[in-house]
């Protein structure tokens, strides 16, 4: 069950898996309780033998009873959201950043959370529109690293960009138009704070958040091809965009 929300406390949120439960572990959002099969326990009894919420062992049959469904991982959690922070204070210390707009779909918000863990961005930005990273499946498709990335929502939207700009970034947008830079070739310094800017499948980002880019940048693909999925183009720009001033 997930309560409250979305995004802020008051309410719970669901962690699935071991590793899951691992990161919600080691990360601020408190642990109110642990449902585990009898199956997996021994695989994470490492992990909750001295955690002060109780830990409930049943069967897998039970556990899909209560769940509604087949919870193959055997291992679910309950956590307590806490407060989205000031965009600012996300904003504040970083350099690289992802900047969402209007992505609803929960397994394409994990899977950027989980690429902007594994390319070392110090944050995500979202639209008001953004569906809940905290929701089930953003958790589980972050593969945990929702729990780990900071991030707040950006609003009003688009005009709260200019605060982006204000900070000293260069806000780079991501669109297949054929006229935009390469993505590999921006030529980025070093020293540039830089904002990745993302929008949905489908629609692409809004006329409003393209205005406030300094930049528009595309990931160059085969002919006749004009997009891939949000996630994996995260994934390139990331890599593409900052790993070029930053190799190691």
């Not at 949120?13 to 309780?33: D, N, Q, T």
């Not at 806490?82 to 900047?99: F, K, S, Y």
């Not at 690429?115 to 953004?130: I, Q, Y």
């Not at 997009?227 to 720009?237: E, P, Q, R």
């Amino acid at each position: 069950m997930e309560v409250g929300g979305p995004d802020e406390g008051p309410g719970t949120f669901v962690a699935e898996g071991a590793l899951v439960l691992e990161r919600l572990l080691g990360s601020p959002y408190p642990l109110r309780s642990v449902l585990v099969t009898t199956q997996r326990l021994p695989s994470v009894a490492p992990l909750v033998h001295q955690v002060e919420a109780p830990v409930f062992v049943v069967s897998q049959a039970l556990m899909n009873a209560v769940t509604g469904f087949n919870i193959h991982r055997g291992v679910l959690a309950i956590a307590s959201r806490q407060e989205l922070p000031d965009p600012l204070a996300v904003i504040g210390g970083a350099h690289r950043l992802a900047v969402l707009e209007s992505i609803n779909d929960h397994e394409n918000l994990g899977v950027i959370f989980r690429n902007a863990a594994a390319f070392g961005l110090d944050g995500v930005l979202l639209s008001p529109e953004c569906c809940d990273p905290l929701y089930r499946r953003s958790v589980r498709v972050s593969m945990g690293y929702v729990l780990e990335v900071p991030y707040a929502r950006l609003e009003p939207w688009p005009d709260a960009l200019a605060s982006l700009a204000a900070a000293g970034f260069v806000i780079v947008a991501l669109t297949p138009d054929p006229d935009a830079t390469d993505v590999r070739r921006l030529g980025l310094d070093s020293r540039e704070r830089v904002a990745l800017l993302l929008g949905a499948e489908g629609p692409g980002l809004s006329a409003g958040a393209r205005a406030a880019a300094a930049v528009e940048a595309r990931i160059v693909m085969a002919p006749g091809v004009d997009s891939i999925n949000v996630g994996s183009a995260a994934a390139v720009a990331f890599h593409a965009a900052f790993r070029q001033r930053d190799p190691s």
